[in-house]
């Protein structure tokens, strides 16, 4: 079903240019189909040349973990559309090690790269449109596991940590200019790179009691669809007085407050 907004027929996104990071399966492919389902253009990313991509969506193979990917990625965007009224960091992820000191250097840096210094290149880039067109939207989405600090996931966790404090950092920043910024915060989603590395935490013979296992309040795991419902609420005009927030969309398995 298409989204309309105040019931005028219009799609609710129609006009709009978005780009989402990794869209090729998962919670971005699932942002994507959404997105170009209420009426946006849409820019998506992966590294593998894919075909996955969900049909309508324009691709750019890169990989947002280096400068030079950032810098395609804001090429392509730009050269597709000019600029970008949305923009959804969603390429992220992690592998599992024993334990916290178990964490290689370079699974580090490569971690803090994908998701973290992914999203601060490409906001670099790209932000400064929007500030001078005095709108647009960024989300970034981070990860419920953030305030669980599990060893076997420190690397990821502190870097979605910077994540969500670098967002409400750059809320306060383009709030002037009429640019909102925010996060989503996922629990437990049946995605392809959920799965493998659920899979590998197991054989890793961890502290399963460290990240729980059970199922959520609510009685199941997460569906991509359940986070894109989250980014296009944010995107949408029904959160134009939303910023600096940080959603968390985890069937009550981890609360705050
Ligand atoms: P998937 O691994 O299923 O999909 C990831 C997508 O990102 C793919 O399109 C992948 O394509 C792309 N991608 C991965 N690395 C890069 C890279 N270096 N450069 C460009 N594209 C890349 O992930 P999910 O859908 O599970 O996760 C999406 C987001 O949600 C992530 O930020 C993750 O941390 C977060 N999250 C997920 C949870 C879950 O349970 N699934 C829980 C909490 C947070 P390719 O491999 O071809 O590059």
């Keep these: 079903m298409t989204t309309t907004e105040n019931g005028s027929g219009t799609p609710e996104f129609a006009g709009k240019r978005a780009l989402v990071t990794g869209g090729s399966r998962g919670i971005g492919a699932a942002i994507v189909r959404q997105l170009l389902d209420a009426g946006?253009?849409?820019?998506?990313?992966?590294?593998?040349?894919?075909?996955?991509?969900?049909?309508?969506?324009?691709?750019?193979?890169a990989d947002v973990r280096t400068r030079s990917g950032a810098e395609a990625i804001a090429?392509?965007?730009?050269?597709?559309?000019?600029?970008?009224?949305?923009?959804v960091h969603n390429a992220g992820g992690a592998r599992p090690h024993r334990g916290a000191l178990d964490?290689?250097?370079e699974e580090w840096q490569d971690t803090l790269e994908l998701n973290l210094l992914a999203s601060v290149r490409l906001d670099a880039l790209l932000a400064p449109g929007?500030?001078?067109?005095?709108?647009?939207?960024?989300?970034?989405?981070?990860?419920?596991?953030?305030?669980?600090?599990?060893?076997?996931f420190l690397h990821y966790t502190a870097a979605k940590a910077a994540l969500e404090n670098y967002s409400r950092g750059l809320a306060a920043e383009l709030a002037p200019f009429g640019v909102r910024v925010?996060?989503?915060?996922?629990?437990?989603?049946?995605?392809?790179g959920g799965e493998a590395t659920?899979?590998?935490?197991?054989?890793?013979d961890s502290t399963p009691d460290q990240v729980s296992a059970t199922t959520p309040p609510l009685g199941r795991d997460?569906?991509?669809?359940?986070?894109?419902?989250?980014?296009?609420?944010?995107?949408s005009?029904?959160?134009?007085?939303?910023t600096g927030s940080n959603l968390v969309v985890d069937g009550g398995e981890f609360p705050r407050g």
């Design 198 to 204: 659920r899979e590998q935490w197991a054989r890793l």
């Design 222 to 235: 997460g569906e991509p669809d359940d986070i894109a419902n989250a980014v296009l609420f944010l995107a």
């Design 40 to 61: 946006a253009e849409v820019l998506t990313t992966a590294r593998s040349a894919t075909s996955a991509a969900p049909e309508g969506a324009r691709f750019v193979q």
């Design 182 to 192: 925010n996060t989503v915060t996922p629990g437990r989603v049946a995605t392809p």
């Design 103 to 105: 964490i290689p250097d």
């Design 237 to 242: 005009g029904r959160a134009s007085w939303l």
């Design 75 to 87: 090429a392509a965007a730009r050269e597709a559309f000019g600029g970008v009224d949305l923009l």
């Design 130 to 152: 929007m500030r001078e067109r005095r709108s647009g939207v960024i989300v970034h989405i981070s990860s419920a596991a953030v305030p669980v600090a599990s060893g076997p």
